[in-house]
Protein backbone atom coordinates (compact mmCIF):
# COMPACT_ATOMS: atom_id res chain seq x y z
CA UNK A 1 0.00 0.00 0.00
CA UNK A 2 1.35 3.08 -0.80
CA UNK A 3 1.07 6.06 2.00
CA UNK A 4 -0.80 9.24 0.88
CA UNK A 5 0.52 11.26 3.70
CA UNK A 6 3.84 11.93 5.31
CA UNK A 7 4.03 13.88 8.68
CA UNK A 8 7.80 15.37 9.02
CA UNK A 9 10.10 14.14 10.87
CA UNK A 10 10.92 17.12 12.72
CA UNK A 11 15.02 16.12 12.81
CA UNK A 12 16.68 18.62 11.30
CA UNK A 13 18.30 18.53 7.73
CA UNK A 14 15.83 15.12 7.48
CA UNK A 15 12.99 16.58 5.87
CA UNK A 16 14.76 18.31 3.22
CA UNK A 17 15.60 15.49 1.07
CA UNK A 18 13.23 13.53 2.00
CA UNK A 19 9.66 14.32 2.52
CA UNK A 20 8.84 12.88 5.88
CA UNK A 21 7.68 9.76 7.57
CA UNK A 22 4.59 7.79 6.09
CA UNK A 23 1.81 8.87 8.46
CA UNK A 24 0.90 5.90 11.11
CA UNK A 25 3.44 3.34 9.50
CA UNK A 26 6.34 1.85 10.52
CA UNK A 27 9.84 3.31 10.20
CA UNK A 28 12.44 0.72 10.61
CA UNK A 29 15.99 1.84 11.98
CA UNK A 30 18.89 0.09 11.57
CA UNK A 31 22.79 -0.07 12.45
CA UNK A 32 25.53 -1.50 14.21
CA UNK A 33 25.85 -0.87 18.13
CA UNK A 34 27.22 2.90 18.53
CA UNK A 35 25.61 4.04 15.05
CA UNK A 36 23.27 6.78 16.80
CA UNK A 37 19.98 4.68 16.70
CA UNK A 38 18.78 5.81 19.82
CA UNK A 39 20.00 9.34 19.29
CA UNK A 40 18.33 9.39 16.09
CA UNK A 41 14.98 7.93 17.20
CA UNK A 42 14.58 10.08 20.15
CA UNK A 43 15.32 13.03 17.83
CA UNK A 44 12.29 12.10 15.93
CA UNK A 45 9.82 11.74 19.30
CA UNK A 46 11.57 15.00 20.79
CA UNK A 47 11.16 17.60 17.91
CA UNK A 48 7.68 16.02 16.96
CA UNK A 49 7.00 17.46 20.48
CA UNK A 50 8.90 20.88 20.37
CA UNK A 51 7.89 21.79 16.66
CA UNK A 52 4.75 20.32 15.92
CA UNK A 53 3.22 19.69 19.43
CA UNK A 54 2.40 15.76 18.88
CA UNK A 55 3.06 13.59 21.80
CA UNK A 56 5.78 10.75 22.17
CA UNK A 57 6.25 7.67 23.58
CA UNK A 58 9.29 5.36 23.86
CA UNK A 59 9.68 1.69 24.68
CA UNK A 60 12.68 0.63 25.97
CA UNK A 61 13.47 -3.22 26.33
CA UNK A 62 17.57 -2.48 27.15
CA UNK A 63 17.89 1.21 28.97
CA UNK A 64 16.06 2.94 32.48
CA UNK A 65 14.40 6.10 32.37
CA UNK A 66 17.18 7.70 34.32
CA UNK A 67 20.18 6.22 31.61
CA UNK A 68 17.62 7.61 28.76
CA UNK A 69 16.99 10.90 30.19
CA UNK A 70 20.71 11.72 31.10
CA UNK A 71 21.97 10.92 27.79
CA UNK A 72 19.65 12.49 26.13
CA UNK A 73 20.43 15.54 28.03
CA UNK A 74 23.81 15.44 27.48
CA UNK A 75 23.37 15.52 23.89
CA UNK A 76 20.74 18.79 23.69
CA UNK A 77 17.38 17.07 24.46
CA UNK A 78 15.68 17.82 27.47
CA UNK A 79 13.10 15.03 27.59
CA UNK A 80 12.56 15.66 31.58
CA UNK A 81 11.03 18.65 30.10
CA UNK A 82 8.89 17.16 28.09
CA UNK A 83 7.32 14.80 30.11
CA UNK A 84 6.23 18.22 32.66
CA UNK A 85 4.26 19.45 29.58
CA UNK A 86 2.69 15.96 28.79
CA UNK A 87 4.31 15.11 25.49
CA UNK A 88 6.63 12.42 26.66
CA UNK A 89 6.59 9.33 28.49
CA UNK A 90 9.23 6.81 28.86
CA UNK A 91 8.39 3.17 29.63
CA UNK A 92 10.89 0.62 30.35
CA UNK A 93 10.39 -3.32 29.76
CA UNK A 94 13.72 -4.30 31.16
CA UNK A 95 11.40 -7.05 32.99
CA UNK A 96 8.29 -9.11 32.07
CA UNK A 97 6.18 -11.15 34.54
CA UNK A 98 5.92 -13.47 31.94
CA UNK A 99 8.56 -14.66 28.64
CA UNK A 100 7.25 -15.02 25.17
CA UNK A 101 5.04 -12.75 22.71
CA UNK A 102 1.75 -12.68 24.33
CA UNK A 103 2.55 -11.16 27.60
CA UNK A 104 4.81 -8.09 25.28
CA UNK A 105 2.19 -7.61 22.66
CA UNK A 106 -0.17 -6.76 25.34
CA UNK A 107 1.25 -4.93 28.29
CA UNK A 108 2.51 -2.74 24.53
CA UNK A 109 -1.09 -2.69 23.31
CA UNK A 110 -2.11 -1.44 26.58
CA UNK A 111 0.05 0.80 27.63
CA UNK A 112 -0.27 2.12 23.82
CA UNK A 113 -3.97 2.52 23.73
CA UNK A 114 -3.41 4.34 26.83
CA UNK A 115 -0.69 6.79 26.41
CA UNK A 116 -2.69 7.47 22.56
CA UNK A 117 0.90 9.00 21.15
CA UNK A 118 1.12 10.40 17.83
CA UNK A 119 5.17 9.15 17.64
CA UNK A 120 6.08 5.59 19.15
CA UNK A 121 9.94 4.35 19.51
CA UNK A 122 10.01 0.69 20.33
CA UNK A 123 14.14 0.39 21.34
CA UNK A 124 14.58 -2.32 20.12
CA UNK A 125 13.11 -5.15 17.93
CA UNK A 126 16.13 -7.35 18.57
CA UNK A 127 16.09 -6.69 22.17
CA UNK A 128 12.44 -7.74 22.08
CA UNK A 129 13.24 -11.31 20.43
CA UNK A 130 15.04 -12.56 23.43
CA UNK A 131 11.82 -13.02 25.17
CA UNK A 132 10.39 -15.61 22.37
CA UNK A 133 10.25 -18.90 22.96
CA UNK A 134 9.53 -19.94 19.19
CA UNK A 135 11.40 -18.50 16.52
CA UNK A 136 7.55 -18.46 14.85
CA UNK A 137 6.74 -15.91 17.29
CA UNK A 138 8.98 -13.11 15.46
CA UNK A 139 6.43 -13.30 12.50
CA UNK A 140 3.33 -13.24 14.96
CA UNK A 141 4.84 -10.22 16.92
CA UNK A 142 5.64 -7.92 13.93
CA UNK A 143 1.95 -8.53 12.09
CA UNK A 144 -0.07 -8.49 15.46
CA UNK A 145 2.07 -4.81 16.57
CA UNK A 146 1.57 -3.45 12.73
CA UNK A 147 -2.36 -4.06 12.76
CA UNK A 148 -3.12 -3.24 16.54
CA UNK A 149 -0.65 -0.52 17.50
CA UNK A 150 0.62 0.93 14.42
CA UNK A 151 -2.19 1.12 11.93
CA UNK A 152 -5.28 0.89 14.22
CA UNK A 153 -4.16 3.58 16.35
CA UNK A 154 -2.63 5.88 13.48
CA UNK A 155 0.60 6.28 15.12
CA UNK A 156 3.70 6.60 13.08
CA UNK A 157 6.43 4.13 14.79
CA UNK A 158 10.12 3.59 14.60
CA UNK A 159 11.56 0.28 15.42
CA UNK A 160 15.26 -0.40 15.82
CA UNK A 161 17.01 -3.07 14.63
CA UNK A 162 20.66 -3.87 15.61
CA UNK A 163 22.49 -4.80 13.17
CA UNK A 164 25.28 -7.48 14.29
CA UNK A 165 29.00 -7.11 13.53
CA UNK A 166 29.67 -9.26 10.70
CA UNK A 167 26.08 -9.16 9.27
CA UNK A 168 24.96 -7.46 6.46
CA UNK A 169 20.80 -8.21 6.75
CA UNK A 170 18.50 -6.35 8.86
CA UNK A 171 17.07 -8.31 11.29
CA UNK A 172 15.53 -11.31 10.35
CA UNK A 173 14.97 -10.38 6.67
CA UNK A 174 11.07 -10.27 6.70
CA UNK A 175 10.50 -6.67 8.95
CA UNK A 176 11.76 -4.43 5.47
CA UNK A 177 8.75 -5.77 3.57
CA UNK A 178 6.31 -4.91 6.29
CA UNK A 179 7.96 -0.88 6.65
CA UNK A 180 7.08 1.75 4.75
CA UNK A 181 10.47 2.84 5.04
CA UNK A 182 14.10 1.71 6.11
CA UNK A 183 16.69 3.90 7.46
CA UNK A 184 20.32 2.42 7.82
CA UNK A 185 22.69 4.03 10.03
CA UNK A 186 26.64 3.57 9.43
CA UNK A 187 29.84 4.97 11.22
CA UNK A 188 32.92 5.39 8.70
CA UNK A 189 36.37 6.16 9.50
CA UNK A 190 38.73 8.11 7.58
CA UNK A 191 42.15 9.09 8.75
CA UNK A 192 41.42 8.30 12.31
CA UNK A 193 38.22 10.21 12.74
CA UNK A 194 34.67 9.55 12.93
CA UNK A 195 31.76 10.16 10.24
CA UNK A 196 28.60 9.40 10.54
CA UNK A 197 26.31 7.96 7.20
CA UNK A 198 22.53 7.85 6.50
CA UNK A 199 21.78 5.67 3.84
CA UNK A 200 17.56 5.51 2.75
CA UNK A 201 17.29 1.97 1.01
CA UNK A 202 13.22 1.90 0.96
CA UNK A 203 10.70 5.37 1.41
CA UNK A 204 7.35 3.37 0.30
CA UNK A 205 5.04 6.29 -2.22
CA UNK A 206 8.24 8.96 -2.39
CA UNK A 207 11.40 8.76 -4.48
CA UNK A 208 14.76 8.91 -2.92
CA UNK A 209 16.76 11.64 -3.83
CA UNK A 210 19.41 11.66 -1.92
CA UNK A 211 19.84 8.12 -1.22
CA UNK A 212 23.39 8.26 1.33
CA UNK A 213 24.45 11.38 3.15
CA UNK A 214 26.06 12.21 6.01
CA UNK A 215 24.84 13.33 9.68
CA UNK A 216 26.09 14.21 13.12
CA UNK A 217 25.07 13.84 16.84
CA UNK A 218 26.63 17.28 18.38
CA UNK A 219 23.17 19.00 19.76
CA UNK A 220 20.89 16.28 19.03
CA UNK A 221 20.87 15.14 15.49
CA UNK A 222 21.57 17.05 12.23
CA UNK A 223 21.39 14.98 8.49
CA UNK A 224 23.64 17.29 5.75
CA UNK A 225 21.83 17.58 2.43
CA UNK A 226 24.62 17.61 -0.64
CA UNK A 227 26.01 21.18 -1.29
CA UNK A 228 24.11 22.83 -4.29
CA UNK A 229 26.35 24.88 -6.41
CA UNK A 230 27.68 28.07 -4.34
CA UNK A 231 25.99 31.12 -5.37
CA UNK A 232 27.03 34.03 -3.41
CA UNK A 233 25.31 37.82 -3.36
CA UNK A 234 27.35 40.00 -1.40
CA UNK A 235 25.62 43.38 0.69
CA UNK A 236 28.00 43.78 3.20
CA UNK A 237 31.92 44.25 3.42
CA UNK A 238 33.67 41.06 5.00
CA UNK A 239 34.00 42.09 9.49
CA UNK A 240 37.06 40.99 10.15
CA UNK A 241 37.68 38.86 13.63
CA UNK A 242 39.95 40.25 15.95
CA UNK A 243 43.42 39.12 16.26
CA UNK A 244 46.26 39.33 18.63
CA UNK A 245 50.03 40.04 19.19
CA UNK A 246 50.99 36.66 18.53
CA UNK A 247 47.91 35.20 16.35
CA UNK A 248 46.23 36.30 13.43
CA UNK A 249 42.88 34.88 12.90
CA UNK A 250 41.18 32.65 10.58
CA UNK A 251 38.17 34.86 10.06
CA UNK A 252 36.12 31.59 11.01
CA UNK A 253 35.53 31.18 15.24
CA UNK A 254 35.14 27.47 15.54
CA UNK A 255 38.33 27.16 13.45
CA UNK A 256 40.39 29.71 15.57
CA UNK A 257 38.87 27.71 18.26
CA UNK A 258 40.16 24.21 17.21
CA UNK A 259 43.57 25.08 15.84
CA UNK A 260 44.30 27.01 19.44
CA UNK A 261 43.12 30.59 19.24
CA UNK A 262 44.26 31.57 15.06
CA UNK A 263 47.33 31.50 13.58
CA UNK A 264 50.42 32.07 15.23
CA UNK A 265 51.98 35.15 12.84
CA UNK A 266 55.16 34.17 10.61
CA UNK A 267 53.04 30.66 9.57
CA UNK A 268 53.16 28.74 6.55
CA UNK A 269 49.42 27.08 5.67
CA UNK A 270 48.77 23.84 3.58
CA UNK A 271 45.42 23.51 2.32
CA UNK A 272 44.95 20.23 0.99
CA UNK A 273 41.94 19.80 -1.22
CA UNK A 274 40.09 16.91 -3.07
CA UNK A 275 40.02 17.00 -6.85
CA UNK A 276 37.12 16.93 -7.42
CA UNK A 277 35.95 20.39 -4.86
CA UNK A 278 34.77 23.11 -7.21
CA UNK A 279 36.67 26.79 -7.12
CA UNK A 280 33.96 27.85 -4.73
CA UNK A 281 33.49 25.27 -2.18
CA UNK A 282 37.27 25.21 -1.05
CA UNK A 283 37.40 29.34 -1.51
CA UNK A 284 34.87 29.18 1.24
CA UNK A 285 37.00 28.16 3.96
CA UNK A 286 40.60 30.04 2.17
CA UNK A 287 38.38 32.90 2.03
CA UNK A 288 38.23 34.40 5.42
CA UNK A 289 41.34 33.01 5.90
CA UNK A 290 42.79 35.65 3.25
CA UNK A 291 39.98 38.53 3.99
CA UNK A 292 40.45 38.89 7.55
CA UNK A 293 44.29 39.37 6.96
CA UNK A 294 43.53 42.08 4.62
CA UNK A 295 40.69 43.68 5.70
CA UNK A 296 42.10 43.99 9.77
CA UNK A 297 44.71 46.11 8.71
CA UNK A 298 44.57 47.14 5.44
CA UNK A 299 47.27 44.73 4.60
CA UNK A 300 48.01 43.25 0.87
CA UNK A 301 47.75 40.32 -0.94
CA UNK A 302 50.44 38.44 -3.11
CA UNK A 303 48.32 35.47 -5.53
CA UNK A 304 50.21 33.30 -7.61
CA UNK A 305 46.62 31.29 -8.61
CA UNK A 306 46.30 27.77 -8.51
CA UNK A 307 46.24 25.33 -11.55
CA UNK A 308 42.98 26.27 -13.77
CA UNK A 309 42.71 29.71 -12.16
CA UNK A 310 43.34 33.18 -14.13
CA UNK A 311 43.69 36.54 -12.62
CA UNK A 312 40.37 37.21 -13.68
CA UNK A 313 39.07 35.19 -11.67
CA UNK A 314 41.42 36.09 -8.63
CA UNK A 315 39.80 39.90 -9.37
CA UNK A 316 36.42 38.82 -8.84
CA UNK A 317 36.89 36.52 -6.34
CA UNK A 318 38.43 39.44 -3.99
CA UNK A 319 35.20 41.50 -4.84
CA UNK A 320 32.81 39.38 -3.13
CA UNK A 321 34.72 39.87 -0.04
CA UNK A 322 33.73 44.37 -0.09
CA UNK A 323 37.18 44.80 -1.74
CA UNK A 324 36.39 47.89 -4.19
CA UNK A 325 37.87 48.69 -7.42
CA UNK A 326 39.95 51.40 -6.17
CA UNK A 327 41.43 49.54 -3.48
CA UNK A 328 42.55 46.63 -6.09
CA UNK A 329 45.95 48.56 -7.64
CA UNK A 330 47.09 49.42 -3.87
CA UNK A 331 46.24 45.51 -2.06
CA UNK A 332 46.47 43.38 -4.57
CA UNK A 333 49.30 41.73 -7.12
CA UNK A 334 48.47 38.13 -8.90
CA UNK A 335 51.34 36.70 -10.59
CA UNK A 336 50.61 35.67 -13.59
CA UNK A 337 53.00 33.04 -15.91
CA UNK A 338 54.01 35.09 -18.71
CA UNK A 339 53.07 31.61 -21.28
CA UNK A 340 49.32 32.00 -20.30
CA UNK A 341 49.20 35.49 -21.04
CA UNK A 342 47.28 36.90 -24.15
CA UNK A 343 45.94 40.30 -24.01
CA UNK A 344 47.41 43.52 -22.47
CA UNK A 345 47.18 43.42 -18.69
CA UNK A 346 46.21 46.05 -15.57
CA UNK A 347 48.68 47.20 -13.53
CA UNK A 348 48.32 45.16 -10.71
CA UNK A 349 48.83 42.00 -12.54
CA UNK A 350 52.96 40.60 -12.45
CA UNK A 351 54.10 39.36 -15.96
CA UNK A 352 56.27 36.18 -14.69
CA UNK A 353 58.53 34.43 -16.85
CA UNK A 354 59.59 31.40 -14.86
CA UNK A 355 63.71 30.87 -14.67
CA UNK A 356 65.14 29.30 -11.81
CA UNK A 357 63.60 28.36 -8.21
CA UNK A 358 66.23 30.60 -6.89
CA UNK A 359 65.59 33.76 -9.33
CA UNK A 360 61.73 33.81 -9.37
CA UNK A 361 61.79 33.76 -5.33
CA UNK A 362 64.32 37.03 -5.30
CA UNK A 363 61.56 38.61 -8.04
CA UNK A 364 58.96 37.79 -5.51
CA UNK A 365 60.87 39.32 -2.65
CA UNK A 366 61.14 42.52 -4.90
CA UNK A 367 57.73 42.63 -5.82
CA UNK A 368 56.40 42.22 -1.53
CA UNK A 369 59.49 44.94 -0.76
CA UNK A 370 57.57 46.79 -2.74
CA UNK A 371 53.80 46.49 -1.01
CA UNK A 372 55.52 46.79 2.23
CA UNK A 373 56.75 49.99 1.15
CA UNK A 374 53.13 51.10 -0.26
CA UNK A 375 51.34 50.02 2.70
CA UNK A 376 53.52 49.67 5.51
CA UNK A 377 52.52 45.99 5.75
CA UNK A 378 53.74 42.39 4.58
CA UNK A 379 51.53 40.94 2.18
CA UNK A 380 49.67 37.72 2.42
CA UNK A 381 51.23 35.17 0.00
CA UNK A 382 48.55 32.74 -1.81
CA UNK A 383 50.38 29.98 -3.81
CA UNK A 384 48.89 27.23 -5.79
CA UNK A 385 51.28 24.88 -5.35
CA UNK A 386 50.45 22.56 -8.59
CA UNK A 387 51.63 25.69 -10.79
CA UNK A 388 54.18 26.24 -9.41
CA UNK A 389 55.46 22.74 -9.58
CA UNK A 390 53.83 22.50 -13.68
CA UNK A 391 56.82 25.58 -13.98
CA UNK A 392 59.31 24.27 -11.60
CA UNK A 393 58.91 20.55 -10.76
CA UNK A 394 59.06 19.06 -7.36
CA UNK A 395 62.59 19.73 -6.57
CA UNK A 396 62.27 23.02 -7.67
CA UNK A 397 59.03 23.97 -6.04
CA UNK A 398 60.26 22.58 -3.02
CA UNK A 399 63.43 24.37 -2.99
CA UNK A 400 60.76 28.10 -3.26
CA UNK A 401 58.90 26.33 -0.52
CA UNK A 402 62.08 26.14 1.71
CA UNK A 403 62.69 29.65 0.69
CA UNK A 404 59.00 30.84 1.52
CA UNK A 405 58.34 29.33 4.96
CA UNK A 406 62.16 30.74 6.03
CA UNK A 407 60.87 34.52 4.58
CA UNK A 408 57.35 34.37 6.02
CA UNK A 409 58.40 33.64 9.59
CA UNK A 410 61.34 36.33 9.05
CA UNK A 411 58.48 38.66 8.32
CA UNK A 412 55.55 37.19 10.84
CA UNK A 413 53.36 37.19 8.01
CA UNK A 414 50.86 34.59 6.71
CA UNK A 415 51.27 32.16 3.59
CA UNK A 416 48.79 29.87 2.54
CA UNK A 417 50.27 27.23 0.26
CA UNK A 418 46.80 25.25 -1.59
CA UNK A 419 47.44 21.92 -3.03
CA UNK A 420 45.11 19.91 -5.37
CA UNK A 421 46.23 16.88 -5.05
CA UNK A 422 47.76 16.66 -8.41
CA UNK A 423 51.11 16.11 -7.78
CA UNK A 424 50.79 13.87 -4.14
CA UNK A 425 54.26 12.78 -4.02
CA UNK A 426 55.28 16.06 -3.39
CA UNK A 427 52.45 16.87 -0.96
CA UNK A 428 54.10 14.32 1.42
CA UNK A 429 57.55 16.62 1.42
CA UNK A 430 55.41 19.77 1.79
CA UNK A 431 53.52 18.53 4.71
CA UNK A 432 56.79 19.31 7.36
CA UNK A 433 57.39 22.68 6.22
CA UNK A 434 53.84 23.74 6.95
CA UNK A 435 52.99 25.05 10.63
CA UNK A 436 49.41 24.14 9.89
CA UNK A 437 47.78 21.57 7.60
CA UNK A 438 44.15 21.77 6.79
CA UNK A 439 41.88 19.24 4.61
CA UNK A 440 38.87 19.15 2.47
CA UNK A 441 37.10 16.65 1.37
CA UNK A 442 33.72 15.43 -0.30
CA UNK A 443 31.34 12.85 1.26
CA UNK A 444 28.62 11.90 -0.03
CA UNK A 445 28.27 15.54 -1.66
CA UNK A 446 28.99 17.37 1.86
CA UNK A 447 31.77 19.40 1.98
CA UNK A 448 34.24 18.17 5.77
CA UNK A 449 36.91 20.07 6.66
CA UNK A 450 39.72 19.01 9.49
CA UNK A 451 43.17 19.58 10.44
CA UNK A 452 46.03 17.64 10.50
CA UNK A 453 48.17 19.81 12.16
CA UNK A 454 47.35 20.03 14.68
CA UNK A 455 44.89 17.38 14.99
CA UNK A 456 41.02 18.50 14.91
CA UNK A 457 37.33 16.77 14.48
CA UNK A 458 36.05 16.66 11.15
CA UNK A 459 33.50 19.65 10.90
CA UNK A 460 30.41 19.93 8.07
CA UNK A 461 30.72 22.54 5.95
CA UNK A 462 27.50 24.78 5.66
CA UNK A 463 27.47 28.55 3.61
CA UNK A 464 26.58 30.95 6.10
CA UNK A 465 25.15 34.24 4.65
CA UNK A 466 23.52 35.60 7.55
CA UNK A 467 26.33 38.46 7.88
CA UNK A 468 25.41 39.88 4.32
CA UNK A 469 28.78 37.99 3.44
CA UNK A 470 29.71 34.68 3.15
CA UNK A 471 31.54 32.89 5.47
CA UNK A 472 31.26 28.73 6.81
CA UNK A 473 29.88 27.75 9.53
CA UNK A 474 31.55 24.55 10.79
CA UNK A 475 29.37 21.62 12.27
CA UNK A 476 31.31 19.08 14.47
CA UNK A 477 30.87 15.81 13.76
CA UNK A 478 29.95 13.60 16.99
Known sequence: MVPSVFVPSGINGLDAIIPGFPKGDLIIVAGRPGTGKTVFSASFIYNGAVKYGEKG???????????????????GLNFEELEKRGLFEFVEFLTLREEGSRSLLSEMVSIVEESKPKRLVIDSFSAAVHHFKDPREIRVFLHTLFSKVIKR???????????????SRIGYGFEEFVASAIIILRLRFIEGRLIRELTIPKLRGARIKVPVTCFTIHDGVTVFSPQKPIEVVMFNRFQPLPETAQRYSTGIKQLDEAIGGGIKRGSTVLVEVDPELTYEQYHLVVDPIMSNYVFSANRPLLVIPSAGVSWEDVVEHVKKWGITEDMIPKLIRVV??????????PPFVVAWEPSSPEKDFEKLIELENSLIESTQHPPLRFIGVDRVIHYHGPEGALTLANLDVTRTRKLGSLTIWLSKGIYPELLKRLIPLASIHLKLIDRNGCLILYGLKPRTDFYFVELDESKGYPIPRLIPIK
Request: proline share 5%; aromatic share 10%.
Open 336 to 345: EPIKEIYEEL
Open 57 to 75: LYISLSESRESFLQNMKSL
Open 153 to 167: LNCTTILIEEIPYGE
